[in-house]
């Protein structure tokens, strides 16, 4: 056979790579139930779509080279539900897949061809961080910065990613830029491994302590979502992915054949309390509007007085922005007000309109929050929704008090406002304001109390709201879904992608 030695080199060459770190550490992630970096893309992407870039890839140092196939990072493309993909798979299986000067050219192309032809871009995360050899003394820090735009987030295409073991440095880097981030429980998400920060601090430091999943799903809000398994994981990506377009240039895949909701609309009068002040979890009554199945919860456990969801209402995907009464109330802190920025960011960057669902008393307000930057936070609520140009629909339940009446859609913040006959508008409780603004207490004048109570209640009835206008349409709660669905079809009419004016808003503040 023609050039049978080099054939033959070529082979052995592949299945050097292919090896990956070896058969003993193989055998030892397998031992621990944990996938290695290729098994993690056959698991990701459709059967047989990979393509390899860089499977010869080498350390750029002599010493290293022997040991170091593929570079410790794997690269390349492949397909999600018959949609195109740009993946980097870490292994840590080769010197803990450190970033090094020939892997770092490897993300870069991956970065930019994704960029350049439109497709989302996925990491999948476990590393040691920087490969010291190649980082020390000067022809390290020569290394760095070579790239003016490593770190811009844009969001022309969709980043997301998964993290499956210790991830420090550029596994923590590219997560923060991230339009999504999962996690796998017992990962870790930090600066620095625990060994340098505990050297660097002079203290033992505990992994879960530094950068866990508790952390950073319930504190930082850094990570959407924690899970058990790594296949887990990566099934989260790709459900993900099918709620958003490619790139931003083009709008969200519809879905033809969806399912009725989980709960019929009945199911909402008796989930929503006829006392104002009762509470009750938001996310019943969203199974009863959205398509069955199709709820997916972002960042559960932090700011839980809002919920934000990606789902679908016949097919077509929505953000769900939704104050949860479960949670202090329904009262608005600092950190549902990042949640609620952060949403508006994503729905805004990929064409995705939004849907608020209304219920809350206002701002949680307090020396805390003070603290925290309550007021710059809530302004920074009001510039992003000013931004916003994908489509909004407001939905009025019940309370809407004070200036969260205007974050959450209010006045002309949203394209469509409806209101439930049982809305409550007004400034505060009344009940509360009565006590401001008469500094009178029912315990002290219940009868005068009663009286000023329901001349401020008068005026603050979603039939108020509607002789004025600034509601659109009162609805019974049971007609959420289809009024949902009419008017999403009015503002999807011309098919065009928003301005994206919030593309380049920080990855986080």
């Given at each position: ?110 970065r930019e061809v994704a960029s350049k032809r439109g497709l989302p871009l996925v990491f999948l995360g476990e590393s040691a961080g920087a490969r010291m050899p190649d980082r020390m003394g000067a022809a390290g820090r020569a ?87 790594d296949e887990e994981a990566l099934e989260a990506v790709r459900v993900f992915l099918s709620y958003l377009p490619r790139h931003n240039s083009e709008m969200p895949p519809r879905q033809e054949a969806y399912s009725e909701p ?46 934000t969801s990606l789902a679908r209402i016949e097919g077509r995907s929505v953000g769900i922005l939704a104050n949860n009464p479960k949670f202090k109330g329904g009262a608005i802190d600092v950190d549902a007000m990042r949640k ?170």
């Open positions: 056979m023609a050039f049978e030695d080099v054939l033959d080199e070529y082979a052995q060459r592949k299945q050097v790579a292919y090896a990956m770190g070896g058969s003993d550490k193989l055998a030892k992630r397998r031992e621990q139930g944990r996938l290695n970096a290729r098994e993690r893309l056959d698991v990701l992407l459709d059967e047989g779509s990979f393509f390899e870039s860089g499977l010869f890839a080498k350390g750029i140092r002599p010493e290293a080279r022997h040991k170091t196939p593929a570079d410790g990072k794997i690269a390349g493309f492949g397909r999600v539900d018959g949609r195109e993909i740009a993946v980097i798979s870490n292994d840590f299986t080769v010197v803990g897949a450190t970033s090094s000067a020939v892997n770092g050219k490897k993300i870069r192309h991956m290394m760095l910065g070579q790239d003016a735009a490593e770190y811009l987030r844009d969001r022309k295409t969709p980043w997301v990613s998964a993290l499956l073991g210790d991830c420090y440095g550029s596994s923590t880097w590219y997560a923060c830029m991230s339009d999504f981030v999962v996690m796998r429980k017992g990962s870790t998400l930090a600066v620095a491994s625990t060994r340098v920060t505990s050297v660097a601090i002079n203290q033992p430091v505990e992994a879960e302590d530094l950068g866990g999943w508790r952390l950073h799903t319930g504190s930082t809000g850094l990570v959407d979502l924690a899970v058990d398994t989980e709960k019929s609309a009945d199911h909402i009068l008796e989930i929503l309390p006829e006392t104002r002040n009762a509470v009750y979890d938001v996310r019943d009554i969203l199974r009863c509007v959205v398509d069955g199945d199709s709820l997916f919860e972002l960042k559960a456990r932090f700011g839980k007085s809002i919920c609620a920025v952060s949403f508006l960011v994503l729905c805004d960057s990929y064409n995705v309109p939004v849907v608020f669902m209304v219920d809350q008393p206002g701002f949680l307000i307090g020396i805390d929050g003070e603290k925290r930057w309550a007021p710059g936070r809530i302004m920074n609520w009001m510039n992003a929704i000013s931004l916003v140009s994908t489509p909004k629909i407001s939905v009025i339940m019940r309370k809407s008090y004070g200036q969260a009446y205007l974050n959450m859609g209010g006045g002309r913040n949203s394209d469509e406002v409806l209101s439930w006959p049982m809305a409550d508008l007004g400034f505060v409780d009344p009940a509360l304001g009565v006590q401001m603004l008469h500094k009178v207490k029912r315990s002290e004048d219940p009868e005068r109390f009663d009286e000023l109570l329901a001349d401020l209640k008068q005026d603050s009835t979603a039939y108020s709201l509607a002789e004025l206008y600034e509601t659109h349409a009162i609805i019974d709660p049971r007609e959420t879904r289809q009024s949902l669905a009419r008017l999403l079809e009015v503002h999807a009419l011309k098919g065009e992608v928003g301005e994206h004016k919030l593309a380049t808003w920080p990855t986080s503040y």
